[in-house]
């Protein structure tokens, strides 16, 4: 029942910013770690940045100092604010989060992916 919807992607110049949003719904119980993947054409899909409960965050090295992820608890939100875009960053960004919903009455994790917002960033 939980659902994972992203928003925010486009096509933008070199240079320029965008900020995805990933909002989490459903019998949520608790959400663990959130973050974000992208994948270009051609290419392995591969961790972009990552937020873990308590404040831990990791970034690819190919976006540090660019990306910043950060999230909304209380609302179940993600964001990835990208600055600087180059055209290595088009890609398909998919959302995704390890999510704890109550299954008779015990929490149990499951690692859920949201639909990708493509990213399109021209030269």
């Known amino acids: 029942q939980v659902t994972l919807v992203e928003s925010g992607g486009g096509l933008v110049q070199a240079g320029g910013s965008l900020r995805l949003s990933c909002v989490a719904s459903?019998?949520?119980?608790?959400?663990?770690?959130m973050g974000w993947f992208r994948q270009a054409p051609g290419k392995q899909r591969e961790l972009v940045a990552r937020?873990?409960?308590?404040?831990?965050?990791y970034y690819d090295d190919s976006v540090k100092g660019r990306f910043t992820i950060s999230r909304d608890t209380a609302e179940n939100t993600v964001y990835l604010q990208m600055n600087s875009l180059n055209p290595e960053d088009t890609a398909v960004y998919y959302c995704n989060a390890l999510i704890s919903v109550l299954r008779f009455g015990v929490p149990a994790q499951s690692n859920y992916w949201g639909q990708g917002t493509q990213v399109t960033v021209s030269s």
């Open positions: 459903g019998s949520i119980f608790s959400i663990n770690t």
């Open positions: 937020k873990f409960s308590g404040g831990i965050t």
